[in-house]
């Protein structure tokens, strides 16, 4: 399995408070991804980086901001959290951004 | 747009009974094609993936998948599906450049 971890795995929080989730690989990909997955929709692109201080915005972006300082790490903040955002968030990593991507444990996340 | 359509929600097969989950997918060149699967309160696991060259891929655990360009499906076959198999999965279409979209998912139970 490639070595990608999440913190917290587990995280309850109130509405309008700040939340940082955290990715840690020890694989040196160049690029990480944060998703969300929620029944019925699949997994859904936040934000993707393709190298230490390069992001970008996916699909479902609004709301959340990244930063990536080190290879190995990647954060995903939200400013301030909503019942929206309840959701259990992946994060994953590749070698490029044609390949195959390989996935942390999540972190399950409720906003009440 | 692009979009991955996977039809079934929810299927449910005796143990030892052949499979097949389908998988549509909507895009104008040919996509890089995956399946993976995700056990209850884990990550996803690519089971396997298509570039380009054969159109039968073969994965792990058995499965294997069929590209049919011309019906623009990549569904998911196992001749003998094991209790161990109870999962969901997911298929994947990338267009390269970190633009991946995921289907909603289909949760399989196995009968015994």
């Known amino acids: 399995d490639a070595g990608i971890t999440q913190s917290p795995r587990h995280k309850v929080t109130e509405t309008g408070t700040p939340v940082t989730l955290r990715c840690h690989q020890t694989e040196n990909h160049r690029y990480m991804y944060w998703y969300r997955q929620d029944p019925g929709h699949g997994l859904r692109l936040i934000h993707y980086s393709y190298g230490v201080k390069d992001t970008d915005k996916g699909e479902v972006s609004d709301g959340y901001s990244v930063s990536r300082s080190k290879t190995e790490d990647f954060l995903l903040t939200l400013e301030s959290a909503t019942s929206s955002q309840t959701s259990v968030y992946f994060c994953?990593?590749?070698?490029?951004?044609?390949?195959?991507?390989?996935f942390g444990p999540g972190t399950r996340l409720t906003v009440l | 747009a692009q979009s991955v359509t996977q039809p079934d929600i929810h299927i449910t097969v005796s143990e030892g009974a052949s499979l097949e989950l389908r998988c549509n997918y909507s895009?104008?060149?040919?996509?890089?094609l995956f399946w993976y699967v995700q056990s209850p309160g884990q990550g996803l696991q690519l089971l396997l993936k298509?570039?380009?060259?054969?159109?039968l891929v073969q994965g792990i655990k058995g499965f294997e998948a069929e590209f049919k360009r011309s019906q623009s499906s990549f569904n998911l076959r196992k001749p003998s599906v094991h209790w161990s198999d109870a999962a969901e999965y997911f298929c994947?279409?990338?267009?390269?450049?970190?633009?991946?979209?995921f289907g909603a998912g289909t949760r399989l139970t196995v009968k015994p």
């Open positions: 895009y104008g060149a040919t996509p890089y």
């Open positions: 994953a990593i590749s070698e490029s951004g044609r390949d195959t991507q390989y």
């Open positions: 994947a279409v990338g267009r390269g450049n970190n633009d991946m979209r």
């Open positions: 298509y570039f380009s060259g054969d159109t």
